[in-house]
């Protein structure tokens, strides 16, 4: 029989993907009568990385989840959603295994996504150069890879500096959610002094002779600030805080010193709000709340792989019925179908 789709729902606000390609889906498999295996609700394989993330994240708009063939099961809306990580892949050219949901109250989908864009935030600072540069905790960084149990972390800054800060840590060390960074006030007897050349060498202390790092002023500022309490013979030593933390030695002909008690001030990145989908409806759909998990299919055959499930609690919209399925969608808009596909669920799992 075919089945028609009616034009209940008009997106706004929201572009579709292209599919992404890579890794399997890995669940619990049963068997169909013919032998092949048919894709199960039930608990992902352990984590190949023993590291696994929990928290109410804010993913993209459109992120694609992908399953084993890279085609695109469900996206993201840019609402909050319950989002569980791990599996975490080797280089930036893997992807995350994701869950959308902590057990009750969710549409639960199981796939993958682009470590890129996963919302990733330092809980504590992150070692680039040990004794001298950090990540600052509580913002956000970049996943690059993953290796027994510890993430591998990038912090681009495009001002006041410019340049790219690596460091890993322990699973523990990082958050699906932001935290609230911490505030700085220099000692009261620092000096400032202001970074206004290309590029700055920072050592060890006063008395080494090869830098442990060099740091690079973006073209966009006129000069990046720093303050010092201390200083030896030709070195000052300075500290800075922001995204990222440095403390360490520079000569000082290559500051130009403020005078004393004065400051300057420093350009703050812009952010821009997310923005998330909304949705209007020509006739009021009919809401339920499964008592039990209900599986979600892309297309409404009972030969179709389960792309997860629709949690007990979860408040969930019943768009359309044909032939004895749903077509569904969480009213919390936090996952959605891909562009061109709907969420399927049976009609009597749904005690419909």
């Avoid at 090869?210 to 500022?221: C, I, K, Q, Y």
Wanted: glycine share 8%; with cysteine; aromatic share 8%.
């Amino acid at each position: 029989m075919r089945l028609r789709r009616r034009s209940w729902i008009h997106w706004l606000g929201i572009t579709a993907l292209p599919a992404l390609a890579s890794l399997a889906l890995l669940g619990v498999f049963t068997r169909r009568g013919d032998g092949t295996a048919l894709a199960q609700p039930g608990p992902p394989q352990a984590p190949t990385a023993q590291c696994s993330l929990r928290g109410q994240s804010v993913m993209p708009v459109n992120a694609a989840i992908v399953d084993l063939r890279g085609n695109a099961i469900a996206r993201f809306s840019g609402a909050p959603t319950p989002l569980v990580a791990s599996d975490f892949p080797s280089d930036a050219q893997g992807k995350v295994r994701i869950e959308t949901g902590f057990g009750a109250g969710s549409f639960r989908i199981r796939g993958f996504v682009d470590p890129a864009q996963l919302p990733l935030f330092a809980v504590t600072n992150v070692t680039v150069t040990p004794g001298h540069v950090w990540i600052a905790s509580n913002h956000a960084v970049t996943l690059i890879g993953a290796a027994s149990g510890r993430l591998r972390v990038e912090k681009k800054l495009s001002a006041p500096l410019l340049q790219t800060f690596r460091g890993a840590g322990e699973c523990s060390a990082f958050s699906l959610e932001p935290g609230t960074p911490a505030g700085f006030a220099p000692a009261g007897d620092a000096r400032g002094y202001a970074l206004k050349r290309e590029a700055l060498d920072l050592y060890a202390d006063a008395a080494a002779e090869v830098p442990v790092t060099t740091l690079h002023r973006a073209p966009s500022v006129d000069a990046v600030l720093f303050f010092s309490s201390e200083q030896r013979g030709s070195f000052v030593h300075l500290e800075y805080h922001g995204d990222v933390l440095i403390d360490g030695w520079a000569k000082a002909n290559a500051l130009s010193a403020l005078p004393a008690g004065e400051t300057m001030d420093q350009l703050v990145p812009a952010t821009s709000p997310r923005s998330t989908s909304q949705m209007t409806f020509q006739t009021q759909p009919k809401l339920l709340r499964p008592s039990r998990d209900v599986a979600l299919r892309r297309a409404a055959k009972e030969a179709e792989p389960t792309i997860g499930v629709i949690e007990p609690g979860a408040e969930t919209y019943v768009i359309d019925q044909v032939a004895g399925w749903a077509s569904v969608l969480p009213k919390s808009m936090n996952v959605l179908p891909p562009a061109d596909g709907q969420f399927w669920a049976k009609s009597s799992d749904l005690g419909l």
